[in-house]
């Protein structure tokens, strides 16, 4: 079945910096793919998503790139604030027919350090 | 306001004694699911609704029900709670082919 792997599972970065989080998956058929951040405490939130048919997507400090033929895609924020501290996880997702079935990676937490 | 609504949000039992977590979403979603959230262990889908009166096993099933008799309410059955079930739980709802919203969670202690 579907499979997706995430790494680092922790990544600890200095203010400023940038931080990118790495995902693959094992569907080609894939073609939907969301990345969520859980602050502590909290429900996962969608910050940016990627279909299949773009190859990158930028909102602001957070993008997220596409590469359909290697089965990976990736998260990247720069200039990081103590703020973007969290857990991330990434997702894969096939549209098509009915099953809707979102894939999540193990999760990364993210550490940015003041 | 779209949401997604669980009840209780932090419910402590014993073993054994049947209990159930309610989910509700106003978005008109025909996906639902349940999700528990483990240290180290990432996001395990429990079981899922593609709409009603179809459900689903997803990775982790063992020791949960589910029933999908209404398109906004997904409730998480388990009929005889053990230490082992002890975690928080997310309930979510999605139309295909976009956004998932999460319920606020539900923090489970089995003693």
């Known amino acids: 079945g579907e499979n997706v792997e995430q790494h680092p599972s922790t990544l600890s970065v200095q203010e400023g910096d940038s931080a990118v989080i790495k995902c693959t998956y094992s569907d080609s058929a894939s073609n939907y793919f969301p990345w969520y951040k859980q602050e502590l405490g909290k429900r996962p939130q969608l910050i940016i998503d990627i279909r299949s048919n773009v190859g990158e997507k930028k909102d602001q400090r957070i993008a997220v790139t596409l590469n359909k033929t290697a089965k990976h895609f990736s998260l990247h924020i720069t200039e990081t604030q103590p703020e973007d501290s969290a857990v991330y996880f990434c997702a894969a997702s096939i549209t098509r027919g009915n099953t809707g079935k979102l894939i999540f990676g193990q999760g990364t937490t993210l550490q940015v350090k003041p | 306001e779209a949401q997604v609504t669980q009840n209780p949000r932090y419910l402590i039992t014993v073993t054994g004694k049947k209990l159930t977590v309610t989910c509700s979403q106003n978005?008109?979603?025909?996906?639902m699911s349940w999700y528990r959230q483990d240290p180290g262990l990432g996001l395990r889908q429990i079981y899922y609704s593609m709409n009603v009166e179809v459900t689903d096993k997803g990775d982790v099933p063992e020791g949960y029900k589910v029933s999908r008799k209404e398109k906004r309410n997904f409730p998480l059955i388990l009929e005889s709670p053990s230490p082992n079930q002890t975690s928080l739980y997310f309930c979510?709802?999605?139309?295909?082919?976009?956004?998932?919203?999460f319920g606020p969670g539900t923090r489970l202690t089995v003693t």
């Open positions: 979510a709802s999605r139309t295909y082919g976009y956004e998932q919203y």
């Open positions: 978005m008109n979603h025909e996906y």
